[in-house]
């Protein structure tokens, strides 16, 4: 079975129209990363949310964190410098270098280090509270969430054919991803589709192909067949960094496009259902306030820490294409 989208009003996709300028084939429509290392797989048994939030969080803390190198000089005194946690209880001691920059620079390297750990158990214990409470509206809020990530209000333009050739194959991608769904229950291409759209807004200018392979190997297994749906999407990463890099700007652009394309697949009601089942037993109130609250997680954890950002949208992105 295969579903071509809908915007609701039986038109499509969004229109492709030229720009003002009339060139031929234009259209309408962030130091290296770190994505972190987690791995589950879109087939066979899965693991509850609960433990699975628990194995792509264990590694966020676990690596060792680079030093900060000593003046050479004598240490001038050996007081305590505190400074308050990110909750506002108790105080951490640091013993000072001599060296006010350096001490300021320990601090605040120590309370980013203590933030990011702060928000990632604050995450891990609203992801299982949530899905605890109930998984269905769990699962329909995060499914809610996701559309509304991937959607870019107003119309954007690129300037060139080959802007043009990436937004329409990332289009078409979103309609082959789906359809393989429907037909295979393969949801690799829906999960890495959702976090190029929503995700490869936030990566460095560059660097979003190297960003896809790592959510391949988070949700795929090493021993799977080659998926030439997964191998279209990467090699699209490829070619929007080789877009952005000709002409700054563009990338986000054409994931804004795309993106808006991936929306109207899961407005699509057969999608709707296929993902998430009878849908009798949700709370609409209930869902409603899971996704805003999966927002502002979100939210929050990009201003605080890419890693944990990318981290979080990978657990919630499972948390809708996987059972």
């Known amino acids: ?17 030229p720009s003002n300028d009339n060139q031929d084939g234009l259209v309408q429509s962030t130091s290296g990363p770190n994505y972190g290392g987690h791995t589950v797989s879109s ?23 680079g030093t900060t190198t000593t003046p050479s000089r004598p240490v001038i005194t050996q007081a305590d410098i505190h400074h308050p946690t990110i909750s506002g209880q108790g105080a951490q001691p640091i013993v000072s270098t001599g060296d006010k920059k350096l001490d300021s620079a320990i601090i605040q390297a120590d309370l980013r280090a203590q933030n990011k750990q ?33 959607f870019t209000p107003g119309e954007t333009t690129v300037s060139s054919e ?3 050739q990436a937004c329409v194959t990332g289009r078409d991608l979103w309609e082959q ?4 769904f429907a037909t295979n ?31 391949k190997g988070t949700f795929t297994d090493e021993n799977e067949a080659t998926d030439p749906t997964v191998d279209a999407i990467l090699d699209l990463a490829a070619k929007i960094d080789a877009t952005e890099c000709s002409s700054p700007g563009s990338g986000r652009v054409i994931l804004n496009y795309i993106g808006n394309c991936g929306q109207v697949v899961l407005e699509n009601e057969e999608m709707n259902q296929l993902i998430l089942g009878d849908q009798n037993g949700q709370d609409p109130q209930h869902v409603q306030d899971n996704s805003k609250e999966l927002q502002k997680l979100l939210e929050n954890a990009r201003k605080t820490d890419p890693e944990l950002y990318f981290q979080t949208l990978t657990v919630i992105t499972s948390s809708v294409f996987l059972d």
């Open 185 to 215: 229950g393969n949801t690799d291409g829906l999960m890495l589709m959702a976090n190029l759209s929503v995700g490869g807004k936030h990566v460095p200018a560059g660097h979003l192909k190297e960003y896809m392979d790592t959510i």
């Open 1 to 17: 079975m295969s579903i071509r989208p809908t915007n609701g009003s039986g038109n499509g996709y969004s229109s492709i129209n």
């Open 118 to 150: 702060t928000l990632a158990t604050h995450i891990q214990s609203k992801l299982g509270s949530m899905e605890g409470q109930s998984p269905q509206d769990y699962k329909a809020g995060a499914y809610s969430a996701l559309g509304l990530m991937l």
């Open 43 to 65: 087939r066979g048994g899965f693991q509850g949310i609960c433990a699975r939030i628990a194995d792509l969080f264990r590694n966020c803390f676990s690596r060792n964190r």
């Open 162 to 164: 080959r802007e043009r």
């Open 177 to 180: 991803a789906a359809g393989d």
